[in-house]
């Protein structure tokens, strides 16, 4: 969902205004649907529930069965700091009798990442800043896998930047990462469908951007919590280096080295060495070795970063039910060791990463055996019948 404003006016009012709101400049379009700027009829009203400045998402009422199903998956998910808020929704009637359906959305006066990238050139953001996007994105997701959901469709373009409080000062970044665009979002649920090279397929199952797909998805439709985390290592290595993964390759090849090569998006040298493990973590291949979003929030990559003033994730996002995801791995595990974040010995082959050995994997010793202190979990992994699996379950700590 872009957020750039154009200074012009669209020539008509096609889809009418709402019974409380007025519809301004055109902030964005996709396919079937448009993003205006609105504002409030009479300002900021006591009687009002909704925000004196918008974002309204409209369609025509016979298209808007995507954005009607966006609205369903926002309902779902309890408020939460880190995700663009849904005040609901609403039927507009424009020029020549055209019924609308519209989706009022928290309006992000900073745009999206990806303007905030272009205005460096294609240089990367500043590391700090880097760091408090990606804290910010992975509260978002883990706030929506806790919830059952699967966003699908992570990217620079629909992360939107909205303005921090005046009163924020410990966080040296003007703008905050929300999370926004649940049109391709679903519930968390393995699908049963073969493996098939889906880029040779008739009808394409995945849902989002070819660029920023893992593994799992391209050869096997599965779109799962850690297929949004290797979303998330590709945004991230967008920020640091300000290209995009697999830079240079159309979307055939794209999908071919994600779906039947042991390849992952290129890390630069000059990228930090707690910032290479990270991302590595997120490109893990194997999807039960990819670290969960929640394990990540206690990488070193994100140390450092202190208090966010305006982050109130207890309170705002209330107690959310722990989703029970379904597994295909239901072998009985077996002690062993297995490190988190390495690689095969090919994995860079054909890259300019450093492959420096002495980056150190989290390690993870038996199953029922204790993570450090610091990640206040208790995690199991081991070894199935059919190969390496890693079960991360959460567990009370009293």
Known sequence: MAMKIDDELPPENEFGDGVSWARGP????????????????????????????????????SYSDTLQMEKHMMTGLLPCPQLIQCFGDELTQGEGGKMAYNLLLEYAGGGTLCDRMNKFGGDGLPEHEVKMHTRSLLRGLNHIHLSGYVHCDLKPDNIL?????????TSQTEFKAKIGDFGLAKRAKRSNCKKRKLWEANSCRWRGTPMYLSPEAVMGSEQEAVSDIWALGCVV????????????????????????????????KKVSKDARHFLRCCFERKPLYRLTADLLLEHPFLDGLGSDDDYEFDEDCGSVDVFEFESDVDDELSCDNINIGSFD??????????????????????????VPSRYGRHYAVGQSNNGPAVNFMRLLVN
Do not use: F, H
């Not at 930047?161 to 000062?169: C, G, I, N």
């Not at 290209?243 to 042991?262: F, H, Q, V, Y």
């Open 345 to 370: 010995s090919n994995s860079d082959s054909d890259s300019d990463s450093d492959s420096d050995s002495n980056d150190e994997p989290w390690c993870c010793s038996s199953v029922g055996s204790e």
């Open 161 to 169: 930047l909205v303005p921090r409080p005046r009163k924020s000062v």
């Open 26 to 61: 055109l902030l964005g379009k996709g396919a079937y649907s448009r993003v205006y700027k609105a504002t409030l009829k009479d300002g900021r009203s006591q009687y009002s529930c909704l925000p004196p400045e918008m974002a309204v998402k409209s369609a025509d009422v």
């Open 237 to 268: 290595l967008r920020m640091l280096t300000g290209k995009e993964p697999w830079e240079g390759r159309d979307n055939e090849e794209i999908l071919a080295k994600i779906g039947t090569e042991s390849e992952i998006p290129k890390i630069p």
